[in-house]
């Protein structure tokens, strides 16, 4: 064995020492590898890079997947035993899962899988959708639909913002309600954001959600003789549209459909929820007061002590955070333009008085019934330099301002490591000249140490080792190995 052993090493040696052309190709080809992985920011110009995935901090969580279920208006003793238990029970034999721990809140249930570290990451979210959709039909209740948690880690929340109204200075100056904004982040920025790639999710927080609220009447219920089943079952049946076939009138054939989405208030004031004996119907606004409000919240967002609203955007596992948070900006940028805009009127510096004659000096309405009429104001505004503005009146942008963005704590990581990484070597090549005092040995010697960081970057590439802080470090460490070696 060591015979053998050692006739390889020598005919390894002999190999490497007759094929020079090749072992300098060999070693010129992996420090181009190694300089394209690099996680660090090098301008290499035309050469192509594909930097390893990079984090400030290194993930430390268990492998670890999430199933929730939504079960609104139940205790938390109801959604214990009729969802979280079944749940927990039939998700027990999933592949690879090592622990299963669950919790159990007033109208929802959290499960959470903690598996093997040797588990991948996607291949355990298959086997949990497997299970889920393989449930029986009675396990549980009606309307409860778990889901599979969004693709992230703890540690993947890289990027948080908020939606507020600026002037065109820059500075703070609101004229937008909760509610406005909440919808704003819902409806355009979250799907905006959720096109970024490498981002798995962009939660919203803060503000207030719109919806319709429907406030019953006892007294008038009793003197219609309506129910609260009644009323439900008729608000649910009316919020649809449906298919009435079709017809052929002069042989052109007609699709009839029923309008039924509510679009308004009136929409849902005019639901008839039973007809009397003199075939008049009672509608749902004899027996209840509709209106628009906010739907309940268990919690919100501050800056600097003020309500705001807002959204946390999460990268995706395995994707390079850094380059995530780049791809959000990227989209911020392309979706700014279509924030909305509005006029602010100081109220406390002016009179409603006041607005309307100037508004009627310039050729436009002030008001629109009893609110502003932005769009008159926004057209006299972009249209008139602002020096000309009254000091009582500016334009309020929505734009999204980032308050945690995890880009200067990676630049910084990189940047400490990489000069430390640079003085080591440096100063140990020093010593190696010093102590060995042969230009030709020293070389040889020295060569060794940025050959062998770049060959440990090629290595964390081919493994899936993201570079952060506890890797990099590592690599400073072993340099004083590395020369010992050489």
């Known amino acids: 064995m060591g015979t053998d052993s050692q006739s390889f090493f020598q005919r390894s040696i002999r190999f490497c020492l007759e094929q020079k052309l090749l072992v300098i190709l060999t070693v010129i080809l992996f420090c181009g590898w190694g300089i394209a992985v690099a996680p660090f920011d090098w301008k290499t110009g035309r050469f192509p890079r594909s930097p390893l995935p990079v984090d400030a901090i290194p993930n430390l969580g268990e492998n670890q997947q999430i199933v929730f279920a939504d079960w609104m208006g139940r205790s938390p003793r109801d959604v214990e035993d009729q969802v979280t238990y079944p749940l927990t029970v039939a998700l027990m034999g999933v592949p690879g899962v090592k622990e299963v721990r669950s919790t159990s809140m007033f109208g929802f249930s959290s499960i959470y899988l903690i598996f093997e570290e040797n588990i991948e990451f996607y291949w355990s979210r298959a086997r949990i959708l497997e299970r889920l959709n393989s449930l029986p039909q009675d396990t549980l209740p009606s309307g409860v639909q778990p889901a599979l948690g969004p693709d992230a880690t703890a540690l993947g929340q890289v990027f948080w913002y908020t939606l507020e109204g600026r002037s065109p200075l820059g500075e703070p100056v609101g004229g937008w309600d909760l509610h406005e904004l909440r919808s704003l ?10 096109a970024a790639e490498g981002i798995a999710e962009v939660a919203s927080i803060g503000g207030f959600v719109k919806e319709y609220h429907i406030e019953l009447n006892p007294e008038a219920m009793g003197r219609f003789g309506v129910s609260v089943t009644v009323v439900y079952r008729v608000v649910s049946k009316s919020n649809l549209d449906i298919s009435a076939g079709t017809t052929e009138i002069n042989r052109v054939e007609y699709v009839i459909r029923g309008l039924g ?18 075939d008049i119907p009672v509608l749902l606004k004899h027996v209840a007061n509709i209106s628009l409000g906010p739907a309940a919240r268990r919690g919100g967002l501050t800056i600097s002590g003020a309500e705001a609203v807002g959204g946390v955007a999460v990268v995706r596992e395995g994707y390079n955070p850094l380059q995530a948070i780049q791809n959000v900006k990227e989209k911020i ?33 002030a008001f629109s019934g009893t609110e502003t009429n932005h769009e008159s104001w926004l057209n006299w ?40 990484l640079t003085q080591q070597v440096l100063v140990t090549v020093l010593v190696v000249v010093v102590m060995l005092f042969h230009i030709g040995t020293s070389f040889v010697v020295s060569l060794m140490l940025p050959l062998s960081i770049l060959l440990c970057f090629v290595a964390m590439k081919l493994f899936g080792v993201d570079a952060n802080i506890v890797v990099l470090a590592g690599i400073a460490i072993a340099i004083g190995t590395i020369v010992d070696m050489g």
């Open 381 to 420: 505004l972009r249209s008139t330099p602002s020096d000309k503005w009254p000091e009582w009146i500016t334009i309020s942008q929505i734009e999204i301002v980032p308050f945690y963005d995890r880009t200067d704590l990676i630049y910084e990581t990189l940047s400490t490591l990489n000069n430390a």
């Open 261 to 278: 989405f509510i679009r308004q208030l009136s929409d849902i004031e005019e639901i008839a929820v039973k007809m009397q004996a003199d």
């Open 185 to 194: 982040q819902d409806w355009y920025v979250r799907y905006g954001l959720l």
């Open 333 to 365: 940028k392309e979706i700014s333009p279509g924030l909305p805009a509005r006029a602010h009127i100081d109220w406390k510096a002016v009179s409603h008085k006041e607005i309307s004659q100037f508004a009627a000096h310039h050729g436009f309405e």
